[in-house]
């Protein structure tokens, strides 16, 4: 009908703009970074960090866990992770469940993260099946296409315990046996590389409707 059309427009304007994730590899960042270690405050302390993280990987004896937060993730950093994994510069991964499932396994299956570059009230963004994290929008139907290939992967498994790291490992195995639409996910890489993801948190994202529709 007719409001389904204005709807369908008035989502696609909002969700026209994607979020396009940074390439540490395109340019090198280590004058900018070196510059800010005569400057004060979080500048300094920005300068400090890669030195420390060197020390860390001349150091055989010295575990490497990237630790991940979620809005980062949306915010165009997944690219930046799976670079670091994919380096051996990683040795275990700790992240949120929406870091994992609704950000990175999400872009995995072809979804995308879009720029908020208006944000209505909440009840036009509920109408149109948007979602919202800050200035980033979200399709939830492509959300629920996620918590479904959760519950499919999990449908497909041996029936036993797992844990979240294992399951998560299988998520990077489904991915990488020819699923992926998107190939350089962290899950994946992780999955490939070897690499665990630990996740306390882990259903606190689509991964819990997709275990819940498995259960």
Known sequence: ???????DTRKQELLRQQVEHIDI????????VEAMGKMSFTSRDLARAPDIYNQMLADKDCSVILVVAGTTSAGGCM???TQLV????????VATGATIDDMDFFE???????QALEIPDD?????LYIDRIY????????????????GAIADSLEPKAYSRRAFIREMGKWLADGNARKTNSLVQTAY????????????DSSAGFGLVKHQ
């Open 123 to 127: 009840d036009t963004l509920r109408s």
């Open 108 to 114: 995995a299956l072809g979804h995308k993260h879009y």
């Open 86 to 93: 994919k380096s051996n510069m990683v040795d275990a991964n």
């Open 135 to 150: 200035d980033t929008y979200i399709d939830e139907v492509a959300l629920q296409d996620c918590d479904h290939t959760i």
């Open 1 to 7: 009908d007719t409001e389904t059309l204005v709807n």
């Open 25 to 32: 590899t395109s340019f090198d960042a280590r004058p900018i």
């Open 79 to 81: 690219d930046l992770y």
């Open 192 to 203: 490939e590389h070897d690499v665990p993801i630990f996740c306390p948190a882990f259903v």
